[in-house]
C-alpha cells in the first residue's frame, strides 16, 4: 500500500514564524502535491510537483513556496505564517509515466493554527 | 477545465442506495471521471474511476451516459459509516495540474 506521512498532525505556530510542513511518500511517484483544505471550500492546490526539483504553482501560491530535493520528499514553506494560513494541509501523490494512476493518495493532513 | 456541479448535501437512511450525480457539462475527450471519499480529518480517498457507461468495484458504481456531461456515484445499501463528503472530479489523467476538487456533497446517513 502506498503511505503518505506528514510531519506533524497539528501544529500550532505564531504570526510572523516560518513554517515547514513535510511530506513523505514510499511509492516512487513522480507527481506530488499540496492542498489546502477550509469548510465550505473544498481543497484547494497550492503547489504541485512533477519531478524532483520542478514545481508548478496551483490555484492559491500567494504566501507559499515548496521544495522538493528528493522524489519522495515535498516540503511546504509558509515564509511569515498569517493568521489567514490556519487551515487542514493535506498532501498527495499520483502516480506518472509508466505506473500512471489517476488515483491520488493523500496523506492523514496537518491542522496549523497561526496565532 | 472541466468545472464540477454537485449537490452541496444529501441524507438517507441506513440500507438504502444513495446516488449522487455530478454535472460536468464541458468535459473533454481525454477527460476521466473520478470520485473521492473523504471522512472528518481524514484525506480523501479513492473510491471509483471510469471513462464511460459503467463501472463497478466492491465499494461503489458509477453511471457515465453517452454524453459524458454528468455522472452519477451509486452507493448500494449504506450505513452509517457512509457518511462523509465525497467529490466528484473531471480531468485528463495525463495532466496532473488539472486535478481541481469542487467542494463536494456531504452524505449524512441516519439509523
Known amino acids: 500500500d502506498v503511505k503518505v506521512t506528514q510531519s506533524s498532525r497539528y501544529l500550532v505556530k505564531r504570526t510572523g514564524e516560518k513554517v515547514f510542513l513535510e511530506c513523505v511518500q514510499d511509492?516512487?511517484?513522480?507527481?506530488m502535491f499540496w492542498y489546502r483544505q477550509d469548510p465550505g471550500l473544498g481543497l484547494r492546490l497550492i503547489y504541485f510537483?512533477?519531478?524532483?526539483?520542478?514545481?508548478e504553482k496551483g490555484d492559491i501560491p500567494e504566501g507559499y513556496s515548496v521544495s522538493r530535493e528528493k522524489k519522495e520528499r515535498f516540503s511546504l514553506i509558509l515564509e511569515s505564517a498569517s493568521t489567514n494560513q490556519t487551515s487542514m494541509y493535506l498532501c498527495?501523490?499520483?502516480?506518472?509515466?509508466?505506473?500512471?494512476?489517476?488515483?491520488?493518495?493523500f496523506g492523514p493532513g496537518t491542522r496549523l493554527t497561526v496565532t | 477545465l472541466a468545472k464540477t456541479t454537485q449537490p452541496i448535501s444529501m441524507d438517507s437512511y441506513e440500507g438504502q442506495e444513495v446516488n449522487i450525480t455530478c454535472s460536468h457539462n464541458?468535459?473533454?475527450?481525454?477527460?476521466?471521471i473520478t470520485w473521492y471519499q473523504q471522512f472528518p480529518s481524514q484525506g480523501p480517498r479513492f473510491i471509483i474511476q471510469g471513462y464511460k457507461t459503467k463501472v463497478t468495484n466492491e465499494v461503489a458504481s458509477l453511471f457515465i451516459p453517452a454524453d459524458r456531461k454528468s455522472s452519477t456515484l451509486s452507493l448500494p445499501r449504506v450505513s452509517l459509516s457512509d457518511t462523509a463528503v465525497y467529490y466528484c472530479l473531471v480531468g485528463d489523467p495525463s495532466s496532473a495540474s488539472k486535478i481541481i476538487f469542487g467542494s463536494g456533497t456531504r452524505l449524512s446517513i441516519r439509523p
Open positions: 464541458n468535459i473533454a475527450t481525454n477527460d476521466y
Open positions: 511509492m516512487d511517484h513522480e507527481n
Open positions: 498527495a501523490t499520483l502516480g506518472g509515466g509508466r505506473a500512471f494512476s489517476y488515483e491520488q493518495y
Open positions: 510537483s512533477y519531478d524532483v526539483k520542478m514545481k
